[in-house]
């Protein structure tokens, strides 16, 4: 029996905050992940690396109000799953702020991964709330400052980070592969865009 659940946090880092708590949704990790994983129409998209279409190391879905456009492409979203929905207004409520979409990540195993970015895309805004749940398998996410400094956090089942203040301008983060790593994890990032 768990006695202690560990409380939400924010870390200071520089130039940034990070929110994080790992026993956010602990209570509802389990049905989460297998209805999601059940669900969601996970779909495999493309990325264009020197001149030439690669698969993407992963599966996702875009869900939400509107179109989103990063990494060169624009995605048309998919209706909103009524799970989604719910957990997008729990979210909401810890956070603060209306979210009106989410990627949707599907790692499928530990040689799934995605490489450095930051979530800074216009339609972002200029400083966003970027609020990441995690399901299944644990993975590590990296964190790197423009300056070199690098942070790791091992985001477990049924966390929340959230991404927040200055970030998306002087640090960029990956989930990098994890040979070890077996089994699936899924990944939602709630974020708000701007309608245009
Ligand atoms: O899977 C993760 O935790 C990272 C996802 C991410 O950075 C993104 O969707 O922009
Ligand atoms: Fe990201």
New binding site residues.
């Given amino acids: 029996m768990q006695l202690w659940i560990d409380p939400p946090q924010w870390l200071t880092l520089e130039q940034g905050r990070l929110l994080w708590w790992p026993e956010a949704f602990a209570a509802e990790a389990d049905s989460w992940q297998a209805q999601l994983g059940a669900e969601i129409s996970w779909q495999q998209h493309q990325l264009t690396m020197f001149g030439r279409e690669l698969d993407e190391p992963r599966l996702s879905c875009w869900m939400g109000d509107g179109r989103y456009r990063y990494s060169g492409k624009t995605r048309e979203p998919t209706i909103w799953h009524p799970l989604v929905r719910d957990i997008a207004r729990r979210i909401e409520a810890i956070c603060e702020q209306p979210f009106n979409g989410v990627l949707l990540n599907l790692y499928r195993h530990g040689q799934d991964s995605m490489g450095w ?1 930051a ?1 800074n895309e216009p339609e972002l805004g200029v400083n966003p709330v ?1 609020a990441s749940l995690s399901l299944g398998v644990s993975r590590r996410f990296v964190l790197r400052h423009v300056n070199g400094e690098r942070r790791q956090l091992l985001l477990t089942h049924g966390s929340l980070l959230v991404m927040a203040g200055e970030m998306q301008h002087h640090w960029q ?1 990956a989930l990098p592969k994890m040979a070890a790593s077996e089994g699936e994890r899924i990944n939602l ?1 709630f974020r708000l865009l701007n309608k245009r």
């Fill in positions: 970015h979530d970027i983060h990032t």
